[in-house]
């Protein structure tokens, strides 16, 4: 006989997908977060009931301080998501984590917002969209300390960017560099490749770098960007009736000064130095 125990059992079973971090009991569950904006100033339809579930990449440190959903609690993006479920009256936080080409292909489903540090252009509104920005973003290059890599011969080197990223198409499409440039499916693998002396120098979002290579101990260095305009954006599936409202609450996360203390809290410390203090080179 099939109990009613067993039939709850075997149903939270099915719950506890890949990827998936489960929040339990009824108090609110935002990790480390402690979330300051207004609870229910904002409405969400989700997924799951009382609880938004985000789509992510992992490892993202300073973004997402964790290498699973389940160690992961909190981070710039983590609390910004918190502050997005507080704000929309929620209790739980599930993060499910996708490789980067999944994340970027619009073909994931099962999620309420993504965030992955991620810019929105024209080619990704086409399956997805954006609220307005949360950080600026300029694109980056790192080297190993003390490498002969300028702006006047960055195009001679060898290049390694992140496949898929809006990163990868600037350097692919615009600065059009003479060797070919290497595709990493995420951050770990690309650094990995710098040290390697697989490419003389790696690029993605200025900010992104400095939190990677802060740990390097001196071995890796940021010696330069390229002003891009870009930011960073909540992404949420295509034509969904939630967009506005998670718009609304970056722009009163923006006014209310909670991006800037998230920054401050979880980004700044891990950067090493001033991202504005990085070189701005021209594009030759």
């Not at 938004?52 to 300073?62: D, E, K, R, S, Y």
């Amino acid at each position: 006989m099939i109990t009613k125990r067993t039939l709850a059992a075997a149903l939270l079973a099915s719950l506890a997908l890949p990827g998936l971090a489960l929040a339990d009991g009824d108090a609110p569950n935002f990790g480390n977060c402690a979330p300051t904006g207004e609870a229910g100033s904002i409405s969400l339809t989700t997924v799951e009931p009382d609880t938004l579930i985000v789509a992510t990449v992992l490892p993202n440190p300073g973004w997402w301080n964790g290498t699973s959903p389940e160690e992961t609690k909190d981070g710039f993006e983590y609390c910004l998501a918190a502050e997005v479920a507080h704000r929309a009256g929620l209790k739980h936080l599930k993060l499910m984590n996708l490789a980067w080409d999944q994340f970027i292909g619009g073909a994931a489903t099962g999620y309420d917002i993504a965030m992955a540090s991620a810019s929105a252009t024209d080619k990704r509104r086409e399956v997805f969209d954006f609220s307005q920005n949360y950080f600026a973003a300029n694109l980056g290059v790192a080297t190993k300390a003390g490498a002969d890599v300028t702006a006047a011969n960055l195009k001679d080197k060898r290049i390694g960017v992140l496949q898929g990223n809006l990163g990868a198409d600037w350097v692919i499409n615009t600065l059009k560099p003479n060797a070919e440039v290497g595709q990493y499916q995420g951050q770990p693998e690309m650094i990995a490749a710098l040290m390697a002396d697989q490419v003389d120098a790696i690029m993605t979002d200025t900010t992104l770098l400095l939190t990677a290579t802060s740990g390097t101990n001196g071995a890796l260095e940021v010696v330069g960007q390229f002003e891009t305009n870009w930011g960073v954006n909540v992404i949420t599936p295509k034509g969904s009736a939630n967009t506005p409202a998670v718009d609304a609450a970056v722009g009163a996360m923006n006014a209310d000064g909670t991006l800037a203390k998230l920054s401050a809290a979880y980004l700044t410390p891990l950067f090493g130095k001033d991202p504005n203090a990085i070189p701005v080179w021209p594009l030759n």
